[in-house]
T-cell receptor, first 114, second 116 residues
């Protein structure tokens, strides 16, 4: 009964370091998303994958890359981390096409960039 | 661009009261609207999803209504309990001209505290 699983839950990076956030869902959902949540800014879409094999930019894609490895997994990569990327990152999935159905979220990954 | 506003930003009420949380949106061309709950340090949990053709949805003590013409949705919580304390967010999926779903816009949430 895992749902959407994100790793790691916490990470501290130095400016310029790189890292990958992993996300996996076991609900056979078609669409997957990466959001960031910042105080006063709400949730903002970074990238999404409407179906296996496709990825598209969201509202705030700069500084990030994604890979839809297979139907289950959708990873988010920071190539050269900046303090402005300090945030809580959420992966989500939905069963149908993008934004047409209920969204299921992971527990979040809390990233601090020093 | 769709804007979603939730008022009030914070609300504190005694246990047992019925309460209403508000969500307003600027563009009535929506595909659906969802209400979520977020506990501190946790992810979002979907509570109710209302399609654009629906007027309301109910789940237990929760009832969400949708009035597209006025750009408003309300989440009604009956007989509130301390366990209902959380941040409640609404999110609106925009409908593009072809009739499908487009971007999802979140409100900033209402932080609800239920006093025992």
């Amino acid at each position: 009964n895992a749902g959407v699983t994100q790793t790691p839950k916490f990470q501290v990076l130095k400016t310029g370091q790189s890292m990958t956030l992993q996300c996996a869902q076991d609900m056979n959902h078609n669409s997957m998303y990466w959001y960031r949540q910042d105080p006063g800014m709400g949730l903002r879409l970074i990238y999404y994958s409407a179906s296996e094999g496709t990825t598209d930019k969201g509202e705030v894609p700069n500084g990030y890359n994604v890979s839809r490895l297979n139907k289950r997994e959708f990873s988010l990569r920071l190539e050269s981390a900046a303090p402005s990327q300090t945030s809580v990152y959420f992966c989500a999935s939905s069963p149908q096409g993008w934004n047409t159905g209920e969204l299921f979220f992971g527990e979040g990954s809390r990233l601090t960039v020093l | 661009k769709q804007e979603v506003t939730q008022i009030p930003a914070a609300l504190s009420v005694p246990e047992g009261e019925n309460l209403v949380l508000n969500c307003s949106f600027t563009d009535s061309a929506i595909y659906n609207l969802q209400w979520f709950r977020q506990d501190p340090g946790k992810g979002l949990t979907s509570l109710l999803l209302i399609q654009s053709s629906q007027r309301e949805q109910t789940s237990g003590r929760l009832n969400a209504s949708l009035d597209k013409s006025s750009g408003r949705s309300t989440l009604y919580i009956a007989a509130s309990q301390p366990g209902d304390s959380a941040t409640y967010l609404c999110a609106v999926s925009h409908m593009y001209s072809g009739g499908g779903a487009d971007g999802l816009t979140f409100g900033k949430g209402t932080h609800l505290i239920i006093q025992p």
